[in-house]
């Protein structure tokens, strides 16, 4: 792909899960135009789930485009950070949604990242029993994952995204102008969650991401509207097959086990999702390495594209006294273990994952590696 083109007509991705459906509109120009949410369902109210950061540059155009629709359109400004994905946090939206009356039509809108996203989509999922919202994400990282397959949640102090429901939204709304702000540490971010789709489901767009990432760091609108188009294809096969993550949906977990007991262990907020990620897969990568599924190249490949991606390839010490089994400690909380056990989500050639345990010296030698 030429990645200097202009950034390409509005495409859709559709999520095709039979009554839940929903489609993904993905271009420039898109959020603050009324005919966007068309398809939304009218109401009495609408409210604006946003935080402190997007309310000034993005809220105004979001209400105007919504007026024709809802006779209110209320706002709720969360502060902004993964340390406030908390219950407190979500109560403010439970409070905004009370104290102006709104009834189990009232139609929630997540205008920001994974966070705000995430505590939407769970304020959705229960306020009233449920109500109908929309995902518009303003991050690459929400645009190409959380905003779409329906996880939403809220962080424990004891381990990430312990608390919540699958919810599916009504819309995605991914406009490519909303990135053109993003700070380059938070499209890095993003760059973790696309580079994943690569060697879990597409050899070919690892190929073609690494031959782009300096176009997609330079937020190159083509190059970026051709990376959101292709990890929503991606994400949208994965979960229409497994929408509630009864196997194949964990493939989409990969870095994560690793990345959350990062994020986890530093305190929520020191290390980004994406940044927990990216070191999560060079670790995940190395563990498929050892257990014979890959071989060091495709290690050296996988670490290469990720510190090209201006990520961090190498881990922190959560503990000075016993690193690893500090972080097989996190790990354990982890959704994907069962009766203890850790599930790893390993690379079995690039563009192939598959879920497993591994024994814990063999995960105490990768992150002894790992970490400095
Ligand atoms: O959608 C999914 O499924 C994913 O696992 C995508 C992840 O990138 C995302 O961070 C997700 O929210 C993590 O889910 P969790 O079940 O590990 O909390």
Not at 6 to 21: D, F, K, M
Not at 110 to 138: C, E, N
Not at 226 to 255: T, Y
Not at 325 to 337: Q, S, T
Request: charged share 20%; aromatic share 6%; net charge negative.
């Amino acid at each position: 792909m030429d990645a200097t083109l202009s950034a390409p007509p509005t495409a859709q991705v559709q999520i095709a899960l039979g009554e839940r459906s929903y489609p993904i509109a993905i271009g420039a120009g898109l959020f603050d135009q009324p005919e966007t949410y068309a398809a939304v369902p009218k109401a009495a109210a609408a409210l604006i789930v946003t935080n402190t950061l997007l309310a000034p540059l993005y809220v105004q155009r979001l209400q105007r485009a919504l007026a024709g629709r809802f006779r209110a359109v209320h706002t709720v400004v969360l502060p902004d950070g993964e340390a406030y994905k908390t219950w407190e946090t979500l109560n403010l939206v439970f409070d905004a949604l009370l104290s102006r009356g709104c009834d189990r039509k009232t139609v929630l809108f997540a205008l920001g990242g994974g966070v705000v996203g995430d505590i939407t989509g769970f304020a959705a999922a229960s306020y009233m029993r449920g109500v109908p919202f929309v995902q518009v994400p303003t991050t690459l990282l929400a645009q190409v994952d959380s905003s779409v397959g329906g996880k939403t949640a809220i962080n424990h102090p004891l381990g990430k995204n312990m608390v919540g429901a699958f919810y599916q939204p009504q819309l995605v709304v991914c406009d490519l102008d909303l990135l053109k702000t993003l700070p380059a540490r938070e499209l890095s971010a993003g760059l973790a969650e696309v580079i994943k789709y690569g060697p879990i489901a597409d050899a070919a767009f690892l190929g073609w991401i690494e031959a782009n990432v300096d176009a997609l760091r330079a937020g190159d609108p083509a190059a970026l509207a051709h990376a959101v188009r292709r990890s929503c294809e991606i994400k949208a096969d994965v979960v229409g097959q497994d929408e509630r993550e009864g196997g194949l949906r964990a493939i989409l977990n990969f870095g994560h086990t690793f990345g959350h007991a990062i994020e986890a262990g530093m305190g929520y907020g020191a290390w980004l999702h994406g940044e927990g990620v990216g070191c999560g897969m060079v670790m995940a990568a190395r563990l498929s390495q050892r257990l014979g599924l890959i071989d060091d190249a495709a290690v050296l490949r996988l670490t290469r594209l990720i510190e090209r991606a201006g990520l961090p390839t190498v881990g922190p010490v959560l503990d000075a006294g016993d690193n690893a089994g500090r972080y097989l400690e996190l790990m354990r909380v982890d959704k994907k273990a069962e009766a203890g056990e850790i599930k790893f989500v390993l690379i079995d050639g690039i563009g192939r994952a598959v879920v497993r345990g591994a024994p814990d010296a063999l995960v105490r030698e990768v992150i002894d590696a790992s970490c400095a």
